[in-house]
């Protein structure tokens, strides 16, 4: 098996900055163009002083942690930017890296999930988890999980199936 090449496109921002997503819709292209097999954007909705509590890393090609990420960091929408890339591409994989989701309401995330699916013809990857930042849980509403007995994913992966399985039916 040859090995698989995924272009990262939002990792700290050290490619371009988190406001110029032209450029990156069209590096997207790019990519496929060249024969990556997938585009990779992850997210976060809104960080707070938590992000850099420890202390902006200085190199940002670092490995982000908890705790070492500049706040004022830009996060567009994430499923969104993989919407523009969807319809300039017709090939390469759309991963939807850490897409936040007890941060949105399960029915929502689903239908956008199911809309990005179908726009792009099944070339949609989606991988949910939770944030670390206990301000970004206190900036949109959920209470952080400090309990490890429930998991935050549960209402998101009961529910995106079904949504999806009736919005992707004929």
């Given at each position: ?54 202390g902006v890393m200085g190199n940002p ?20 930017l993989l919407g523009a890339i969807a ?21 929502a995330l689903a239908r956008d999930i ?57």
């Amino acid at each position: 098996m040859a090995p698989r090449l995924v272009l990262v496109l939002s990792e700290n921002w050290t490619l371009t900055t988190g406001r110029d997503l032209p450029v990156l819709v069209r590096w997207a292209r790019e990519a496929e163009d060249a024969g990556f097999d997938a585009v990779m954007v992850s997210e976060h909705v809104v960080l707070g002083p938590d992000a850099g509590a420890d202390g902006v890393m200085g190199n940002p090609r670092e490995y982000a942690l908890p705790g070492n990420q500049d706040p004022f960091t830009p996060w567009p929408g994430s499923l969104m930017l993989l919407g523009a890339i969807a319809s300039v591409t017709a090939r390469i994989r759309l991963a939807a890296a850490a897409v936040l989701a007890p941060l949105r309401h399960p029915l929502a995330l689903a239908r956008d999930i199911g809309t990005l699916d179908l726009l792009s013809e099944g070339r949609l990857v989606v991988q949910p988890t939770v944030s670390w930042s206990r301000d970004e849980y206190a900036a949109m509403g959920p209470v952080f999980p400090d309990d490890d007995s429930v998991s935050p994913l549960e209402p998101a992966l009961e529910s995106i199936p079904a949504q999806m399985e009736h919005l992707l039916s004929p």
